[in-house]
């Protein structure tokens, strides 16, 4: 049976009204532009059941992505290296939190490149919780997942999304010296909210991890949840921001809560808002911008390699 979502009066959705930032408050259903269609179908199911022998984690169901049906329908997925227990507790995330109960899997990374060979994928995004226990932060099983996709699949281009590693050097080299396509860190939101986004991190610091990332001449990518209580010049700060830290792509996407229990929607951002940061993005240089309401970092990952690469 099709959902049915709750369409919102056109006056309301105008760039600059409703709320501070633009857009209007959530209703009691979402407006007609947040609807998915349930993940189906005969290549989905083929994809899932590689996932589940081959006993690994994708963000995409971790994370409940609305874009998982057509991102696995079209032979893409996003694996989730290092577990599925987190030692953060981001205010927006789903994925389990705690202290992880397990050392580094050392054979996870041949598991992801028989995935990759497997599914046909052509672009393969590597991302992890994060594993503040270890000094490295897990960095090692990053670079090996690299090194054996590149083996298995040398035609696929790899992009990690990566954690700030708590801003060390050391780590993110491990990871650089893999040579991934793209190294993607998400800035998620603007400094004011970090408090309650994301507590155990530091706006700074993940501007450094992309800043290090660009020097050592890697494409960088990161991205923002619009509509959990930025304001809309608080977003093209921190673009600005980006730019100044010579950040080669961008996503926006709208935040959705998870459960009740995380971070409530403070408004619903129209197309019409997304279609206009992306042209503010754009004319400040961006290489690559993907901006809507449904984007998630991941959501057609390949053409920010073939954009980026081109232009």
């Not at 705690?98 to 054979?107: A, K, M, N, Q, T």
């Not at 497997?118 to 997942?145: C, Y």
């Not at 100044?244 to 808002?273: A, F, M, N, W």
């Amino acid at each position: 049976m099709e959902h049915v979502f709750a369409e919102i009066p056109a006056e309301e959705n105008r760039v600059g009204t409703g709320t501070p930032g633009g857009g209007t408050r959530p209703a009691e259903r979402r407006p007609e532009w947040l609807k998915a269609r349930i993940p189906g179908g005969e290549e989905y199911t083929r994809l899932h059941g590689i996932m589940r022998s081959h006993r690994l984690h994708t963000v995409c169901e971790e994370a409940r992505c609305p874009n998982m049906g057509e991102c696995w329908n079209a032979g893409t997925a996003t694996f989730m290296i290092l577990g599925d227990t987190c030692t953060r507790s981001c205010g927006f995330c789903a994925v389990k939190t705690g202290r992880p109960e397990y050392g580094l899997d050392w054979d996870e990374p041949r598991r992801v490149a028989d995935a990759v060979e497997l599914m046909g994928v052509k672009h393969a995004v590597i991302t992890s919780v994060n594993r503040d226990e270890r000094k490295d932060g897990g960095a090692p099983i990053f670079a090996e997942t690299i090194r054996l996709v590149r083996a298995r699949v040398p035609a696929c281009s790899i992009e990690v999304l990566i954690p700030d590693f708590k801003g060390s050097e050391e780590a993110l080299s491990i990871v650089l010296d893999a040579r991934p396509d793209i190294l993607n860190h998400n800035l998620e939101t603007v400094p004011r909210l970090y408090r309650s986004v994301r507590p155990q991190a530091n706006y700074r610091q993940s501007l450094e991890v992309l800043e290090r990332s660009k020097r050592r001449g890697f494409l960088t990518k990161t991205g923002l949840m619009l509509g959990i209580g930025e304001r809309t010049e608080e977003v093209v700060d921190v673009m600005k921001d980006c730019r100044t830290s010579g950040v080669d792509i961008l996503t926006l996407g709208q935040y959705l809560q998870p459960t009740k229990e995380h971070l409530p929607i403070d408004r619903y951002v129209h197309p019409d808002e997304f279609a206009s940061l992306k042209q503010i993005a754009l004319e400040m240089g961006f290489r690559h911008v993907q901006s809507g309401p449904l984007v998630r970092s991941s959501y057609h990952a390949e053409q920010a390699v073939e954009t980026a690469d081109t232009r």
